[in-house]
């Protein structure tokens, strides 16, 4: 059974250095020094990571910066072998952050509760995503009163007081996509965090690898999360090791990225501003419209990338006006939150992030799924092994 609930739609105002376009410039970041591979060197391991992770999902045991030589494709299951039964008579409450990709989370992380017995509720589906009305969400989930909440790319320190209820209240709390510290006071439980980290490096060494060493990007940031900052910063970091290749990176915010007519003023003065830049990265697929719109008016050849395969990413990506997508699975990280969350109504140990596992995928025109969610699971079948975890087979 799923119970949907509304939030209303709430306009805050989130904090941030901006110019007056709405967007904060940064310097070029530094290159590396000293000691790094040789350019030709560089972009054949990044062809060859590229490769790998557009035939494959790549793992890796951290979702912060992982060196390129603990990169590998999985090819055995790397995550838990044994779950503690999965309880009766009781439900879990997803909240998303309101954009697209929570929403298409959110959604498949009920699918799979419900399947197993749980009673479910979406929270916050199709609202807005900035603090104040996640806020709102947090609050319209306590308010269920129910046995576990799992929130998609909520952080913590945005909702810490409503974390605290949730612990006083016996509710379990799991996080996805929200690199803060778990376990303590206004903080979640525990975590099942979205390997975006992993696939925003991924994404980098596409950018190298597709550029063949001649890349010269403008990458926006959204520090009002730190899970786009982790994944931004990964993503600087791989392209700094390409000594051909330039980058610098442009602060907006998600309220900048909703408003179309302020996105495209946005970007057009980006384009405008960097005669040489070849390449575009967005964090995720809102504003994404207005991108393609934007590189379209300039008449330049300069390609996009972003992370997040969701419907409009991929929409994009199909129509050609994307050149590549990096991406976890949210199924996927639906069935690891969901186990999480079974460990924490048995008070059994959680799963340590480190044998989540971490996964993630490349996406181009040639590979485009249908859809993002359970698109994995021609790669590997990881529905089963869950499955069987949890006695359902």
């Known amino acids: 059974m799923v119970t949907a609930v509304a939030t209303a739609v709430i306009a805050a105002s989130l904090a941030a250095c901006t110019s007056s376009s709405g967007a904060a410039y940064t310097s070029p970041e530094p290159k590396s020094s000293g000691g790094g591979t040789s350019a030709d060197a560089y972009v054949q391991q990044a062809q060859k990571i590229t490769q790998d992770a557009e035939n494959g999902v ?41 954009a697209l990709v929570c929403n298409e989370t959110a959604q498949a992380g009920a699918r799979i509760a419900g399947k197993i017995g749980f009673k479910t509720s979406l929270v916050n589906i199709n609202g807005a995503a900035d603090i104040q009305n996640i806020n709102q969400a947090m609050s319209s989930a306590l308010a269920l009163h129910p046995s576990a909440i799992i929130g998609i790319c909520i952080t913590a320190t945005q909702v810490a ?41 991924l994404l980098g060494f596409g950018i190298v690898a597709h550029s063949e060493g001649k890349a010269n990007v403008v990458a926006i940031k959204d520090e009002s999360f730190p899970a786009i900052i982790r994944k931004i910063g990964n993503l600087v970091q791989v392209v700094q090791g390409c000594s051909t290749c330039k980058i610098k990176t442009v602060t907006w915010q998600i309220t900048d990225a909703v408003n179309s007519a302020k996105a495209a003023n946005i970007l057009t003065g980006i384009i405008n501003a960097n005669s040489d830049m070849n ?6 697929s809102v504003g994404m419209p207005s991108a393609v719109q934007a590189v379209r008016s300039s ?14 990413n991929l929409q994009t990506l199909r129509a050609g006006s994307e050149e590549m997508i990096s991406s976890v699975d949210p199924e996927l990280a639906m069935y690891q939150a969901v186990d999480q969350a079974i460990r924490g109504l048995n008070k059994t140990p959680f799963t340590d992030a480190s044998t989540l596992p971490y996964l993630a995928h490349l996406y181009t025109k040639a590979n485009v799924p249908n859809s993002g969610v359970g698109a994995f699971l021609t790669l590997f079948d990881y529905a089963s092994v869950y499955s069987k975890l949890w006695h359902q087979s």
């Open 58 to 98: 790549v793992y890796a045991a951290t979702n912060n910066f992982t060196p390129a030589d603990q990169l590998k494709v999985m090819t055995t299951w790397r995550g838990p072998t044994t779950t503690p039964p999965v309880p009766t008579g009781k439900s879990i409450a997803f909240v998303s952050c309101g």
């Open 279 to 284: 390449t575009l990265v967005l964090p995720y």
């Open 299 to 312: 008449g330049r050849d300069i390609k996009i990338y972003a992370d997040d395969a969701d419907a409009v």
């Open 161 to 201: 007081d409503k974390l605290e209820q949730a612990r006083k209240a016996g509710i379990v709390t799991v996080s996805t996509c929200d690199p803060t510290r778990t376990g303590g006071t206004g903080q979640f439980d525990t975590s099942a965090d979205f390997a975006n980290g992993l696939s925003a490096e």
